[in-house]
């Protein structure tokens, strides 16, 4: 019975240590706590079952050996028959509804995804919910490994040029922060909060600034009336419905400043509807293009730099012609 405590404590502290470790899993935060809920009820029954063993034991020894019997019942508040049981039982019985509360909070913080409702934007739901792990996974890859090409375009065409940049799904700031780092001028826009919040913290001494705009509408930045030298749009195109895309396009080329360019890249892979990414073809994007009257230059194709055997990234630009 002593051990009850300690084995409940163990318990208890080690899967509320799990649930913290994993932020962004949440059928597995929702396995232990509802494991521990389970494990500190179920201690509760087992120290009632135990009372009561050592109860009879205890009658049996008063009747049949009373010679080596004692007598233990204390008439003070902390000395009275069954304090004991009744404090193991209220410790218990707190951690007990503790991992409760806690299990339904996090099912209503993750409704959408663990009860498959489709949020109205599942892809900024989506970056909201796993932002910490995705974060980790972007900072990992350089700028310069994941845009090669516009490394080059940098270097050969703008070199020495004041640039005013505008990176469109700015996620965690990485891009950002390289254009920011060599004296440029940055705009980043980021619709997920949790993102946003990420990135402003790792880039803090960079002169970033961040707003919540998105593409299709871009609504913020088109109210500005402000251009750019150059708009990176990485990783973004497969969060826009088909229908979405012509105003996306030719609205990103309203922002680009005359000899201005636009730096894409299209994620080639299977759609994912419960994370907003939608089925993107090099194909589909160049007759949008076309349909726009606008000048595309198709750039390398990478593998993805994360792993992902099943995905491919084409790198584009579309250049606005000088006046």
């Known amino acids: 019975?002593?051990?009850?405590?300690?084995?409940?404590?163990?318990?208890?502290?080690?899967?509320?240590?799990?649930?913290?470790?994993?932020?962004?899993?949440?059928y597995f935060q929702l396995a232990l706590l509802f494991l521990a809920f389970a494990g500190n009820t179920a201690l509760c029954f087992i120290i009632l079952r135990l009372?009561?063993?050592?109860?009879?034991?205890?009658?049996?020894?008063?009747?049949?050996y009373p010679s080596g019997f004692v007598a233990a019942r204390g008439t003070r508040w902390y000395n009275r028959p069954f304090l004991v049981r009744t404090l193991f039982q209220s410790m218990l019985g707190l951690a007990a509804a503790l991992s409760l509360v806690l299990f339904c909070a996090t099912l209503w913080k993750n409704r959408s995804e663990v009860l498959?409702?489709?949020?109205?934007?599942?892809?900024?739901?989506?970056?909201?919910?796993?932002?910490?792990?995705?974060?980790?996974?972007?900072?990992?890859?350089?700028?310069?490994?994941?845009?090669?090409?516009?490394?080059?375009?940098?270097?050969?065409?703008?070199?020495?040029?004041?640039?005013?940049v505008l990176d469109i799904g700015a996620g965690t700031g990485r891009d950002a922060a390289w254009f920011a780092a060599r004296g440029h001028n940055v705009l980043a826009l980021e619709p997920s909060g949790a993102m946003r919040a990420i990135g402003a913290k790792l880039h803090v001494g960079e002169s970033?600034?961040?707003?919540?705009?998105?593409?299709?509408?871009?609504?913020?930045?088109?109210?500005?009336?402000?251009?750019?030298?150059?708009?990176?749009?990485s990783a973004v195109w497969m969060h826009l419905a088909r229908e979405e895309r012509a105003t996306a396009l030719s609205n990103v080329y309203d922002l680009l400043a005359?000899?201005?360019?636009?730096?894409?890249?299209?994620?080639?892979?299977?759609?994912?509807?419960?994370?907003?990414?939608?089925?993107?073809?090099?194909?589909?994007?160049?007759a949008l293009a076309q349909s726009l009257s606008l000048p595309v230059t198709v750039l390398r194709t990478q593998p993805d730099l994360l792993g992902r055997s099943h995905i491919s990234w084409q790198a584009l630009r579309i250049d606005k012609p000088a006046p």
């Open 116 to 164: 498959g409702i489709m949020p109205q934007k599942p892809a900024i739901a989506y970056y909201d919910t796993h932002a910490t792990s995705l974060a980790d996974g972007y900072e990992t890859v350089t700028f310069e490994q994941a845009h090669p090409d516009l490394v080059q375009i940098i270097a050969m065409e703008r070199a020495g040029q004041p640039l005013t």
């Open 258 to 286: 005359p000899g201005g360019t636009a730096y894409l890249t299209l994620r080639l892979g299977p759609a994912e509807p419960s994370r907003g990414i939608y089925d993107v073809t090099l194909a589909d994007f160049k």
């Open 1 to 26: 019975m002593w051990q009850i405590p300690l084995i409940s404590m163990t318990l208890t502290g080690g899967l509320w240590f799990g649930v913290s470790r994993v932020p962004d899993l949440p």
């Open 51 to 64: 009372r009561y063993v050592m109860e009879r034991h205890l009658n049996w020894l008063e009747t049949c």
């Open 208 to 233: 970033i600034v961040w707003r919540d705009d998105a593409l299709p509408e871009l609504t913020q930045v088109m109210q500005a009336g402000k251009t750019f030298d150059i708009i990176v749009i």
